[in-house]
């Protein structure tokens, strides 16, 4: 009988029933509030784009401010920063540059 009790505790315990209640954690030891407002996982590396497109917008080649235009207004709203470096770009003297630009503003602004 006595194996038998102990087989079925081993049992139990294996499959993750416990028969001890979980005691509450003391206040010292308790999880402490959020250690910071910044966004954590895919946002964060949202931001890391953005930063990257805004740097792209800066660039002398027209074909890669416009494809950072583009992406930029694919990334709707999480593209924010990036409308006042954005704004500048739409008073280009290359038209597709601009028209690239205030495409992406729309987006932007849409979303």
């Known amino acids: 009988m006595r194996r038998r009790t102990w087989l079925a ?3 139990a315990l294996a499959a993750g029933c416990s028969s001890s209640r979980k ?5 010292s030891m308790a999880a402490p509030g ?6 954590k996982g895919p946002q964060t590396m949202g931001n890391l ?5 805004i740097a792209d ?10 494809r950072a ?10 593209a924010r920063p990036a409308v006042p470096t ?18 992406a503003l ?3 602004r849409k979303r």
């Open 9 to 11: 505790v081993v049992v």
């Open 23 to 27: 005691k509450p954690k003391p206040k």
């Open 34 to 39: 959020p250690r910071s407002k910044r966004p």
């Open 49 to 53: 784009l953005v930063d990257g497109y």
């Open 57 to 66: 917008l800066r660039s002398d080649s027209a074909d890669k401010r416009i």
């Open 69 to 78: 235009a583009h992406e930029l207004g694919n990334m709707g709203a999480t």
């Open 86 to 103: 954005l704004e500048k770009m739409a008073q280009d003297s290359d038209r597709k540059v601009s028209a690239a630009a205030k495409a």
């Open 106 to 108: 729309l987006a932007i």
